[in-house]
């Protein structure tokens, strides 16, 4: 159980076009989802906690404008790179939480989404 | 707030031999602690946690860690590495009430060689 499903695995777009990412919880219910962004070789970093329902929360520097997330099920979160730019090349991954158990204390991870932007 | 210091960005070791990875963590309050493992293109899958209880916690793929309260420390060790161990292991933290809201480590590159 507990598996975060990611799609795209791989993405190339063109600059100046949108790209969706998707990220859902295929056999639980994530009343919040993160969403993390890494360049190569480095650690990742937290851009914006996913509330279903509700308004994203966005992390110091994230552009929300640019960065749209929507979480509009229970089990599905959406990150939408607007106006896409080679700067924002990256891996972006999403994890999601279990709210049905007790105690949760850990977050499971989607696959990742590689998105290349020429 | 949390941070996390992964000491050793990159470990090179041979196979069957042990390896240890460090990480060190600073919060002024309680936390959880994690330690990810991530293959190239992939996402993450959790080795093991600290939540309380026994300081010595065992994961899977024969990883084990230790908490060290007074040296804010959550080393990761296994005995005898294998080829298939070469990856990006991540150490993380989380406050108990952040739901799972993560701060990661910087990230060590374990590349075991035969």
């Known amino acids: 159980g507990a598996v975060v499903s990611q799609h795209p695995s791989r993405v190339i777009c063109k600059s100046g076009t949108s790209v969706k990412i998707e990220c859902r919880s295929l056999d639980f219910q994530a009343t919040t989802m993160f969403w993390y962004r890494q360049f190569p070789k480095q650690s990742l970093m937290l851009m914006a906690t996913?509330?279903?329902?509700?308004?994203?929360?966005?992390e110091q520097g994230v552009e929300k404008d640019k960065f749209l997330i929507n979480h509009a099920s229970l089990t599905l979160s959406t990150l939408t790179v607007t106006s896409a730019h080679p700067e924002d090349s990256s891996f972006y991954i999403c994890s999601a939480r279990d709210v049905g158990r007790q105690g949760v204390t850990e977050a499971f991870f989607g696959q990742g989404t590689r998105l290349t932007v020429v | 707030a949390q941070s996390v210091t992964q000491l050793d960005s990159q470990v090179p070791v041979f196979e069957e031999a042990p390896v240890e990875l460090r990480c060190n963590y600073s919060s002024s309050v309680s936390v959880y602690l994690f330690w990810y493992v991530q293959y190239p293109n992939q996402g993450l899958q959790l080795l093991l946690k600290y939540l309380s209880g026994s300081t010595l916690v065992k994961g899977i793929n024969g990883f084990e860690a230790e908490f060290n309260k007074s040296q804010t420390s959550f080393h990761l060790r296994k005995p005898s590495v294998h080829i298939s161990d070469t990856a990006e292991y991540f150490c993380?933290?989380?406050?108990?009430?952040?739901?799972?809201?993560?701060?990661f480590g910087g990230g060590t590159r374990v590349l075991v060689k035969p």
């Open positions: 993380a933290v989380t406050l108990k009430a952040a739901g799972n809201k993560l701060t």
């Open positions: 996913s509330n279903e329902g509700s308004k994203a929360t966005y």
